[in-house]
């Protein structure tokens, strides 16, 4: 269970979120209500439920693209000065775009291909961001795409032309290259072949023995079980009129 990273990362308190359907006679659809969990160093947690239970909604509040309806999610941000904790639901759009850089990744489920720009450099860049030089930054990207089977005569070429496999490794590598403290998951082998699942999974415990933390969804249950130290349960919501 990774106990020698007991640091806790992340903190979520009376999470909820719900979508209006104006078009349905403005009935509000709750998603997400009253969750409450944490994420420490060294843990993978992995969402569990059936399918319309939310756990794509909340990656994607937990990442700020969508804001809570009520509760709070407080991110430790180990790179500012002063408090460590930040409370994601109410921090202004530079500080959001920050903590994307330096604290919490994002791999989804569809790559967004950066036009006329290579495998290489698309995965390099969030490490360039974060203020690794052109040459190293490209030397660790190559090591990802090549451990991820991405043939090299592929490296230079936009993913935008890609196959959904491919496209996904380079995906997963954009999102380990940034060393995030947290990073967040979605089905991020569910494009890939049994060898290159073999392969994220190694990524993953070697991401855990950094000491990040991970919450992800896994439909593969041979890939949850070899990644999960916990899971989250989540069940449906109703909708309210």
């Excluded at 967040?184 to 990040?212: F, K, M, Q």
Aim: charged fraction near 25%; include cysteine.
């Amino acid at each position: 269970m990774h106990a020698e990273h007991p640091q806790k990362l992340l903190e979520v308190r009376g999470l909820g979120k719900m979508f209006a359907l104006h078009n349905q006679g403005g009935i509000r659809l709750p998603v997400l209500r009253a969750m409450d969990f944490d994420a420490a160093r060294g843990e993978c947690l992995v969402l569990s439920g059936p399918s319309g239970t939310g756990k794509s909604t909340l990656l994607r509040c937990l990442y700020g693209n969508y804001l809570a309806t009520e509760g709070s999610i407080r991110l430790r941000d180990t790179s500012a000065e002063g408090e460590p904790w930040v409370e994601l639901t109410q921090a202004p759009e530079q500080r959001v775009l920050k903590l994307r850089r330096d604290v919490i990744g994002y791999v989804s489920q569809f790559l967004r291909a950066i036009p006329r720009v290579g495998a290489l450099d698309v995965v390099a860049d969030p490490l360039r961001q974060r203020g690794a030089s052109h040459e190293e930054a490209r030397a660790r990207a190559a090591d990802l795409l090549a451990r991820l089977n991405l043939p090299r005569r592929l490296w230079d070429l936009p993913p935008a032309t890609f196959s959904g496999g491919e496209q996904q490794r380079v995906n997963i590598a954009r999102g380990l290259i940034g060393g995030h403290p947290i990073l967040l998951l979605d089905e991020p082998t569910a494009s890939l072949d049994a060898d290159n699942r073999a392969v994220v999974v190694g990524l993953i415990h070697e991401a855990l023995a950094e000491g990040r933390a991970l919450i992800g969804i896994f439909h593969d249950e041979a890939v949850r079980d070899a990644v999960a130290t916990r899971l989250l349960p989540l069940q449906p919501a109703t909708a309210l009129a």
